[in-house]
């Protein structure tokens, strides 16, 4: 049904699978996989103090090891061990059980990100499909911590937060719709297979109209991140931090780790459907296990070339207040998804499935050899 | 595993939610109750269509469950918050009179 | 237990969610407890072979449904627990009965609900071969071509009934003019 690491680890020993075999190899890769991300996770942290010191024209954290790369294992440090404190009237089990809910929808999107063509936990026929249904846990986490703090300024920020991630799930499913058009499969690796190394076979470029979803696409699921100018659920000057104003120590580490993992999952996301995914151009490596290691390399450039212009942007616009939000998803953003939509099924049908690019070279070259 | 497996645990779930049914009187537990069946009836449909006969038509009726479900979850909160809206409760016996 | 790890865990939070919704007092710790057993429901369509509707299940289930009865239980008044200790508590779950005739259907039912758990159980007792003889393919593009060339009425029927649905839910929840004016 799906081909995944245990069959690429299993092709290159040449044994057969037996189950104990490929639980262990799952739970190997999983482990990688989960530290990684978590490393990623607490980078990202300080790469946003240095890139946004730098926007700002300051030094970032530089004390704490070699340019201060070891600060987030400081704030780690930091955050497990403060005190625990949950508010006494709060509802305790939800108060528990909103940052879990958090993370756990975070990780479980990190099975079906395509690192590489080897590297994938698994593919499933409906990865995109999954990992849109599995990062609304995130919508439930947030409001349950707000609704948990018994605190009116948590409660607002909950609410906001998760009216905001279900409004603009639309978007962002409506986009990702363009290319499942384009490639014909939900899966992602039939949506890489269909695009190249080159810049201009990427699924970007293909028509007018996927160019434009790309931008749709990165709009909405930063603000379904609650992200640069979309994080008023989070926002210090109005809300005094939300949904997590009463979380602290770890269970607030959990509420940040999410978020940051979110963004890096959102990044690979736009990579895999927009960019070109894991492949490298001029085929570099080929099928050997060189060639994945350059695949790894070329989807991590990717999305951390996508994970800079994120922090970027949140460092660059104002906050957007709540109406503003919620009329930029549903009076801009869905029409022009939707039109979109309607635009690529057009385009199909019209130039069967051919980008812009590849009708511009036969045009070219058509009228070159009548011109004479 | 077997289809019985399946038959079992969609009976299982069947029975829950018929009890939540029977012994809620608040009529947001009741949609709960609701929920937990009209997902008992689709793991059924699910499990049939796997296991004895080679189609994919108890998918697609299962789909339509689903989006049954959506529908009449949504239609029947919102009616539900219009009724507290006017009447301040949302205990099924205060439901029991036409007329306020 | 590796070949089949999926469908007992998918199993066991299924049923316990169910379980848990059954005896939990306070509504919204039911409705978390509903969100298990939804997802334990997914898993077990995975198990079946049927991955889109899993992804369905995961999308409009858990990032729909319980996200508004989230919503509509925070809105209205969030589901006050009565303070009845344990085992009133545990006689309170058996409905009162009143009339020789409930009493009658009563037994009738439960009659045919226990001889078919039994009949159900036994063969799951009795049969221990996994039906691997099916093929498992990917659904997405039968189910698309089933939606649209058999049961396309239904589909553009459920087109419709959504959009009554989205409009009459936004009608009918909006508080009227009275409220506006009684609350100033």
């Given amino acids: 049904m799906n081909d995944n690491i245990v069959s690429y680890v299993l092709s290159l020993f040449d044994t057969a699978p037996t189950p104990l075999l490929v639980f262990l190899i799952f739970g190997v890769a999983i482990f990688i996989l989960v530290n990684v991300m978590a490393l990623i996770g607490g980078l990202g942290t300080y790469a946003e103090r240095k890139i946004s010191a730098d926007i700002q024209m300051r030094q970032g954290p530089n004390r704490v090891g070699p340019y201060g790369i070891l600060q987030f294992l400081a704030d780690g440090v930091k955050m497990i061990t403060k005190e625990d404190i949950i508010p006494s009237e709060s509802n305790k089990f939800l108060f528990t059980i909103a940052p879990i809910l958090c993370l756990s929808g975070v990780l479980a999107t990190l099975a079906v990100i395509p690192i590489s063509s080897g590297f994938i936990l698994t593919d499933l026929n409906v990865g995109v499909f999954y990992l849109l249904g599995v990062s609304s846990l995130v919508g439930v986490g947030i409001f349950l911590g707000g609704y948990a703090s018994n605190s009116k300024w948590s409660m607002l920020g909950g609410m906001r937060g998760a009216s905001q991630i279900i409004s603009y799930e639309v978007p962002v499913t409506i986009s990702i719709l363009t290319i499942v058009l384009l490639a014909g499969s939900l899966s992602f690796k039939e949506l890489i297979s269909g695009q190249g190394g080159y810049p201009w076979t990427w699924y970007v470029f293909h028509n007018p109209f996927t160019f434009v979803?790309?931008?749709?696409?990165?709009?909405?699921?930063?603000?379904?991140?609650?992200?640069?100018?979309?994080?008023?659920?989070?926002?210090?000057?109005?809300?005094?931090?939300?949904?997590?104003?009463?979380?602290?120590?770890?269970?607030?580490?959990f509420f940040a780790l999410a978020e940051y993992i979110e963004v890096f999952v959102v990044c690979g996301v736009a990579v895999a459907l927009f960019l070109g995914g894991y492949k490298v151009p001029f085929g570099l490596g080929g099928d050997t296990i060189f060639g994945q290691f350059f695949q790894i390399g070329s989807f991590f450039t990717k999305t951390f070339l996508l994970y800079y212009v994120v922090i970027w942007v949140r460092w660059t616009l104002p906050r957007l207040r709540v109406d503003q939000l919620m009329s930029i998803c549903w009076k801009y953003l869905t029409p022009i998804a939707l039109f979109n939509l309607v635009g690529t099924a057009t385009w199909i049908w019209l130039f069967e499935n051919k980008s812009m690019v590849e009708l511009l070279m036969s045009a070219l070259s058509g009228s070159g050899s009548t011109g004479h | 595993m077997t289809l019985y497996s399946y038959l079992l645990i969609s009976l299982f779930l069947f029975s829950c939610g018929i009890i939540v049914m029977i012994s809620r009187k608040n009529i947001i537990a009741m949609l709960l109750g609701i929920e937990l069946i009209l997902n008992a009836s689709a793991i059924n449909f699910v499990a049939y269509s796997r296991f004895l006969s080679g189609n994919i038509d108890g998918h697609v009726m299962s789909l339509f469950i689903i989006v049954i479900a959506a529908a009449e979850a949504a239609v029947g909160l919102g009616i539900v918050i219009r009724f507290f809206q006017l009447k301040e409760s949302i205990h099924i016996d205060s439901a029991a009179e036409l007329k306020s | 237990m590796f070949d089949s790890f999926l469908f007992y865990l998918s199993a066991f939070l299924t049923c316990f969610g169910a379980v848990l919704v059954v005896l939990e007092r306070n509504l919204m710790h039911a409705c978390i407890y509903l969100l298990m057993s939804l997802i334990g429901t997914a898993g077990l369509y995975f198990t079946l072979g049927a991955d889109f509707l899993a992804a369905t299940q995961l999308v409009v289930y858990v990032g729909g449904v319980v996200i508004l009865m989230l919503f509509a239980i925070m809105l209205t008044g969030g589901g006050l627990e009565n303070k009845k200790d344990r085992l009133a508590n545990l006689l309170s779950y058996i409905p009162p009965m009143g009339s020789l005739k409930s009493y009658i259907w009563g037994s009738i039912t439960a009659v045919a609900f226990l001889s078919f758990s039994i009949n159900i159980t036994t063969k799951l007792v009795k049969s221990t071969e996994i039906n691997g003889s099916i093929k498992i393919g990917p659904t997405v593009e039968q189910i698309g071509v089933k939606l649209l060339t058999d049961h396309v009425l239904m589909f553009e029927l459920s087109s419709v009934l959504l959009l009554g649905a989205l409009i009459g839910t936004a009608i009918i929840s909006r508080p009227s003019k009275e409220i506006f004016l009684e609350r100033k």
Avoid: Q
Wanted: glycine share 8%; proline share 5%; aromatic share 20%.
């Fill in chain 1, 213 to 253: 979803s790309f931008f749709i696409y990165f709009v909405s699921a930063l603000a379904e991140t609650n992200r640069a100018p979309f994080d008023l659920p989070e926002a210090e000057s109005e809300l005094v931090s939300g949904y997590h104003t009463e979380y602290s120590g770890m269970r607030f580490g």
